[in-house]
């Protein structure tokens, strides 16, 4: 117990508004993208103006862990003001890009990919022809 240290906390932790320009096409995508920033651990609120492609979002959070989870459904999702994303550009020219593919991962062959858009009734048709000999 004597090894124990004891830290206060002298700063309060407040909301943070965080302000991002998201293409939205559609009420679709504004649904989308409310669900996806809604389930986060500390977000308050998420509002979306569809007209003006903007998405504000009210909790105690990192606002950078904010945008990348937006850019995981939105390529394009950027901070509203731009000083912002000068921080975000200058974070991600220091990490280094691997060059190199990794290893054991192959892309699927364009038959599996085609097999995998087949509806229902192209299946059925391919199963009952193969059937049929």
């Not at 700063?11 to 649904?31: A, D, I, N, T, W």
């Not at 950027?78 to 054991?104: A, I, Q, T, Y």
């Amino acid at each position: 117990m004597a090894d124990m240290q004891l830290v206060v906390a002298s700063k309060r932790v407040e909301p943070q508004y965080v302000e991002m320009m998201v293409p939205l096409y559609s009420y679709g995508c504004e649904r989308k993208v409310k669900k996806t920033l809604s389930h986060l651990k500390g977000i308050y609120s998420v509002t979306v103006e569809y007209d003006q492609q903007k998405v504000t979002v009210w909790g105690i959070c990192n606002k950078y862990s904010v945008l990348s989870t937006m850019r995981s459904k939105r390529k394009e999702a950027r901070f509203w003001k731009p000083e912002d994303n000068v921080e975000m550009e200058d974070d991600e020219e220091e990490e280094p890009s691997p060059s190199l593919p990794r290893k054991g991962f192959n892309k699927p062959s364009l038959a599996l990919m085609k097999a995998r858009s087949l509806s229902w009734k192209a299946w059925k048709k391919v199963f009952a022809r193969s059937l049929s000999f």
